[in-house]
C-alpha cells in the first residue's frame, strides 16, 4: 500500500529551472533509497539520480552538475532540483523508492511519472 506521488512537472525554456518532488506515503518503516528515472520516447529508462538512506547521491554523467537531489527522510519526501535545462532533458520523470514497509516487506515502487517539456 505504498504510493509514490511526483509534482513539479511542466514545460520550461531551455535554459530553466524546474523543481520535481516525489512524496511516498503509506505503511512506510524505512526508505533506503530514492530515485529519479527518466524516459524519453524510443529511448530506454535511465537513472538520472539517486540518494540513499546515509545521504550518498549519485547522478547521471549526463545531469552531473546541472541536478541536485535532495530528501527529507522526515517527510518521506524527495527533491530533484533541474537548472540549466536542456531539451535532452526532455522525458516523463520517474520517482522510484527502495521501501521497507511497516511488515517488514522491502520492495521496489514507482510512482507514475510527471513530464518535463524543455523546448522554446
Known amino acids: 500500500q505504498v504510493q509514490l506521488v511526483e509534482s513539479g512537472g511542466g514545460l520550461v525554456q531551455p535554459g530553466g529551472s524546474l523543481r520535481l518532488s516525489c512524496a511516498a506515503s503509506?505503511?512506510?518503516?524505512?526508505?533506503?533509497?530514492m530515485d529519479w528515472y527518466r524516459q524519453a520516447p524510443g529511448k530506454e529508462r535511465e537513472l538520472v539520480a539517486r540518494?540513499?538512506?546515509?545521504?550518498?547521491?549519485n547522478y547521471a554523467d549526463s545531469v552531473k552538475g546541472r541536478f541536485t537531489i535532495s530528501g527529507d527522510n522526515l517527510k518521506n519526501t524527495v527533491h530533484l532540483q533541474m537548472n540549466s535545462l536542456k531539451p535532452e532533458d526532455t522525458a516523463v520523470y520517474y520517482c522510484?523508492?527502495?521501501?521497507?514497509?511497516?511488515?517488514?516487506?522491502?520492495?521496489?515502487?514507482w510512482g507514475k511519472g510527471t513530464l518535463v517539456d524543455v523546448s522554446a
Open positions: 522510484n523508492g527502495d521501501v521497507s514497509t511497516a511488515n517488514n516487506y522491502r520492495g521496489s515502487y
Open positions: 503509506g505503511s512506510i518503516f524505512s526508505i533506503n533509497a
Open positions: 540518494i540513499t538512506s546515509g545521504g550518498v547521491t
